[in-house]
């Protein structure tokens, strides 16, 4: 089974910060990883599919990039509706996995 | 507008079946580029997939190993949604649990709105 490795588990950044997520897989998926984020009480939202696509509707300061083992998730400049848990899954093949998630925290 | 509305109790006795079910409206339970997930997550094992069914000329399933024994997942072709029944539950299954679409590249682009089940007697 394909495991995934995210860092850092928690963050702290400022209103137009540049931050960046990684995640690890335990094997390569070639460009099979995915990104969503997570606020509390409310349903999981796909940002990024296929390492570096923005899906439809997510605001073009998201971006992905990676391949093979190493991938990461940039957002080019923080608002305040950002501060979220991210967390990457990989899709090459079931079972599915998800990263342990990183809690992105007003600073 | 495409939607998962998910329905079930959030209690079950423990040693009984905790049952979901995810309706789906704007899209088909059977359409061939489509798989529909079943993930909980509990802040002791976070997010966790436990399984899918898909449809391709035939209909599929995939399950995760942890609860391979106690999992089932169902289409409903009439009601146009599938359903998650997962047998002997313990309080370790206590969890959110939400239903999700697969579309192209595996990624996950419609979820349900989760339901906290409590595995409590």
């Known amino acids: 089974d394909i495991q995934v490795t995210q860092s850092p588990s928690s963050l702290s950044a400022s209103v137009g910060d540049r931050v960046t997520i990684t995640c690890r897989a335990s094997q390569s998926i070639a460009s099979h990883l995915n990104w969503y984020q997570h606020k509390p009480g409310r349903a999981p939202k796909l940002l990024i599919y296929?390492?570096?696509n923005l899906q439809s509707g997510v605001p073009s300061r998201f971006s992905g990039s990676g391949s093979g083992t190493d991938f990461t998730l940039t957002i080019s400049s923080l608002q305040p509706e950002d501060f979220a848990t991210y967390f990457c899954?990989?899709?090459?093949?079931?079972?599915?996995?998800f990263g342990q998630g990183t809690k992105l925290e007003i600073k | 507008q495409v939607q998962l509305q998910q329905s079930g109790p959030g209690l079950v006795k423990p040693s009984q079946t905790l049952s979901l079910t995810c309706a789906i409206s704007g899209d088909s339970v059977s359409r061939n580029n489509a798989a529909w997930n079943w993930i909980r997550q509990s802040p002791s094992r976070g997010l966790e997939w436990l399984g899918r069914?898909?449809?391709?000329?035939?209909?599929?399933?995939d399950y995760a190993v942890s609860v391979k024994t106690r999992i089932t997942i169902n289409p409903d072709t009439s009601k146009n949604q599938f359903s998650l029944q997962l047998n002997s539950v313990t309080p370790e299954d206590t969890a959110v649990y939400y239903c999700?679409?697969?579309?192209?590249?595996?990624?996950?682009?419609?979820w349900g709105q989760g339901t906290l089940v409590t595995v409590s007697s």
């Open positions: 069914t898909y449809y391709r000329s035939k209909w599929f399933n």
């Open positions: 999700s679409r697969e579309g192209v590249a595996g990624k996950l682009d419609l």
């Open positions: 296929a390492a570096s």
């Open positions: 899954q990989p899709s090459y093949i079931t079972p599915y996995a």
